[in-house]
């Protein structure tokens, strides 16, 4: 499967911005999603994931209460809503794509996009 993200811009502290990751070339109701970002000089790390369906979401406590993530099978899109930004927010987003695991692991992850970057400044 090809994703595609987008979204992706600058904003000011407390603003919000709503990513896009599109997806091409196989069932994308297959698959569970997931967002995931890089900071200069840092790992990559886990932002949230949604199952296959839709009906299960999960998010770490560093985004809980501020991003949302959801889809749109119909549309083969999986989004995350930002919100309340943080300087610590700025980073490239990376949405994923798995065939069998709704996790938080990098390595569960079969597809990659090819990042989005947010920036958040005061």
């Known amino acids: 499967v090809q994703l595609q993200a987008s979204g992706g811009g600058s904003v000011q502290v407390g603003g919000s911005l709503r990513l896009s990751c599109t997806a091409s070339g196989r069932t994308f109701s297959n698959y569970h999603m997931g967002w995931f970002r890089q900071a200069p000089g840092k790992e990559r790390e886990f932002v949230g994931a949604?199952?296959?369906?839709?009906?299960?979401?999960y998010l770490p406590n560093s985004v809980k209460g501020r991003f949302t993530i959801s889809r749109d099978n119909a549309k083969n899109t999986v989004y995350l809503q930002m919100g309340s930004l943080k300087p610590e927010d700025t980073a490239v987003y990376y949405c994923a794509a798995s065939i069998s695991q709704f996790s938080l692991l990098r390595q569960d992850y079969n597809y990659w996009g090819q990042g989005t970057l947010v920036t958040v400044s005061s």
């Open positions: 949604i199952t296959s369906s839709g009906s299960s979401t």
